[in-house]
Structures are given as C-alpha cells and as structure tokens.
Nanobody, 120 residues
Framework: QVQLVESGGGLVQPGGSLRLSCAVS????????MAWFRQAPGKERELVAN???????KYADSVKGRFTISRDNTKKTVSLQMNSLKPEDTAVYYC??????????????WGQGTQITVSL
C-alpha cells in the first residue's frame, strides 16, 4: 500500500512563508511525477507545481517566482517552499505522485490534504 503524508500547513500572515513536505511510503518501485495541487472553497482543484522525473518543472502562473518545488528521490519526498504568501493562496494543498507499484502499474496517489490559510 502506498501512502503520501503531508506536513507543514497552518496559518500565516500575508507576505509570510511556509514550507510543505510530503513523504511517499509503501511498496514503491519507482516515482515519476511529484506535484502539489490546491483547492480553494468553491473552486476546482488546480495544479500549483509539478516536478516530473527527468523533466522540466512547471508552475501555475499565479505562484511563479514565489513558490519553489523540490524533490529528493532518495528520501522519496517532495517539498513546496511558499514565499510572499497572499490571501488568495488560501486553500487545501494536496501532494500528488505517480508511483510504480508491485504489479508494475503506474498509479496516481494523493495525500490527505493540508490547510493553508493566509490572513491577518
């Protein structure tokens, strides 16, 4: 069984910083893309940042220059450093990974989500 466990959410003032981390565990035979998504109240889930294995990192236009995604393939972790946070960044943030399982299939997995609230 594959699990994605996130940490690092919370309340922060506008202009502040937070760092999210996600650890992938279980019977893993490879990880392709690792990414962060977010979903604000009343809105659809959207891609924040994607780090494909061996590919170019992609960011949502709204976070470019403020957020940085990084991954450690040895530790099977992905992080999201968020700087200059704005109230519109308030959302539940989800870790996502494409993982090769015991059966050889590449499957999508999601973390449980962590709340980020940017407010005075």
């Amino acid at each position: 069984q594959v699990q994605l466990v996130e940490s690092g959410g919370g309340l922060v003032q506008p202009g502040g910083s937070l760092r999210l981390s996600c650890a992938v565990s279980g019977s893993i035979f490879g990880i392709n893309s690792m990414a962060w998504f977010r979903q604000a109240p009343g809105k659809e889930r959207e891609l924040v940042a994607n780090s494909p294995s061996g590919g170019s990192i992609k960011y949502a236009d709204s976070v470019k220059g403020r957020f940085t995604i990084s991954r450690d393939n040895t530790k099977k972790t992905v992080s999201l450093q968020m700087n200059s946070l704005k109230p519109e960044d308030t959302a539940v943030y989800y870790c996502y990974a494409v993982v090769r399982t015991v059966g050889g299939q590449w499957l999508d997995y999601w973390g449980q989500g962590t709340q980020i609230t940017v407010s005075l």
